[in-house]
């Protein structure tokens, strides 16, 4: 890593492994370096090269106008095999520090291309870097994308100064490119990342959280999903389908278990299903994915906080006006009744503050 780092530091060029296919990278400070990579490629004008960032907070110091379903993209799936395609807007972000010729590489038509791999040596290296790499295949434009160290030499061996060999990678294939504008998702070029993953990993998440996950916060789950359904005038089972996911989870839950016979039948009084409900804890995942977090308590809360102090800013009481939903375990049917009458009731009011506008939404043409 020592030998890459001071290669690319001197303007060499340097093939890594990563997740999807090899790479080569080039010091995006350095014009000199950027127009061999170009030239080692055989690039057409215009065919943007991609810029790799180090983690995904880094999105908004190259781009500070990132909209709310890129900054999910960026949060969930990296490091990973996704390239996102936002709008540059140079006054907003670091891009102004590079050399004009390679902004010109990197943002030929306005938008820039980022990418956080999935490989632990690029993401070495770029620790160990003062500026941001340029990264693109390690093939000749136009041919077969390489796979292992032994194809970039082939490839590009003349033009490298080192190839890191780590054998096949992993996917194979390249990763899927995606332009976010707003809400509006297009995918660009198919790739290592499903398209079913994408969609989940741009939805809209809530999460409701109470103790042991069998009574309060899968009763809010499908309450919250019905409330939902009839704002997008669909039916429950599609409401992931547009662009968002309710879950739940508990404190201090078992994982695998199944909602209390009670909560079941209070639920069935409202034509509500719960007899799929799995029981969950709270996880890392779980709480780094969701958007909004809702707790039957200030315990609950409490608890999130402690463990998860970044998550403060989006984790609430369900009683907007800081009252608590008391746990109904043990009581009758109708006792659960009235915890769901009154977790619904709360429910209606955080209707009013979903950021409708970040449901992302999928153009029907999508381009191989």
């Known amino acids: 890593m020592h030998r890459a780092v001071q290669a690319l530091a001197n303007g060499g060029l340097v093939a890594f492994p990563t997740e999807t296919v090899y790479g080569v990278a080039a ?5 000199s370096a950027v127009a061999k990579l170009l030239a080692a490629k055989g690039r057409a004008p215009g065919n943007p090269l991609t810029l790799a960032v180090r983690h995904a907070d880094e999105t908004l ?37 590079l050399p ?30 003062d500026g941001p ?30 190839v ?13 490119v995606v332009r976010v504008v707003g809400n509006q998702v297009e995918i660009l070029r198919h790739g290592a990342l499903s398209e079913s993953a994408l969609r989940r990993s741009a939805s809209l998440i809530v999460l409701l ?18 409330r939902i359904a009839d704002k997008l005038s669909c039916p429950v089972d599609e409401v992931e389908d547009h662009g968002v996911m309710v879950a739940s989870a508990g404190v201090a839950a078992a994982s695998g278990g199944r909602a209390s016979a009670e909560a079941a039948q209070a639920m069935n009084q409202r034509s509500l299903d719960l007899s799929e409900h799995e029981t969950q804890c709270v996880s890392d995942s779980l709480v780094g994915h969701a958007d909004l977090i809702l707790t039957m308590t200030s315990g609950h809360r409490d608890t999130i906080v402690a ?33 769901a009458d009154q977790m619904d009731a709360h429910l209606r009011d955080w209707m009013e503050d979903i950021d409708w506008e970040s449901i992302p939404k999928f153009r029907d043409t999508i381009r191989e």
Not at 140 to 151: I, K, N, P, W
Not at 210 to 222: D, I, K, L, Y
Not at 309 to 314: L, M, T, V
Not at 319 to 334: K, M, N, Q
């Open 27 to 31: 010091n995006a400070l350095d014009e």
């Open 61 to 97: 110091d190259h781009c500070a106008r990132v909209s709310a379903v890129a900054g999910r993209l960026a949060r969930r799936c990296w490091p990973g095999p996704l390239t996102l395609v936002v709008a540059d807007v140079p006054a907003d972000g670091l891009s102004v520090r």
């Open 100 to 129: 004009t010729s390679v902004r010109q590489a990197v943002s030929p038509a306005g938008t820039i291309g980022l990418r956080m791999p999935d490989h632990r040596y690029i993401l070495s290296a770029m620790q160990s870097l």
């Open 133 to 162: 790499l340029v990264l693109t295949s390690a093939n000749r434009s136009g041919q077969a994308d390489t796979v292992c160290a032994e194809d970039v030499v082939k490839a590009l061996g003349d033009h490298l100064e080192l």
């Open 164 to 176: 890191i060999s780590d054998g096949r990678a992993k996917y194979g294939q390249p990763s899927t």
């Open 209 to 226: 959280v109470c103790t042991g996950n069998t009574c309060r916060s899968p009763m809010g789950q499908v309450l919250f999903e019905k």
């Open 307 to 339: 463990q998860w102090p970044d998550a403060a800013g989006k984790t609430s009481l369900l009683c907007r006006d800081g009252g608590e939903i008391s746990d109904p375990i043990g009581g009758a049917v109708g006792l659960y009744v009235h915890c």
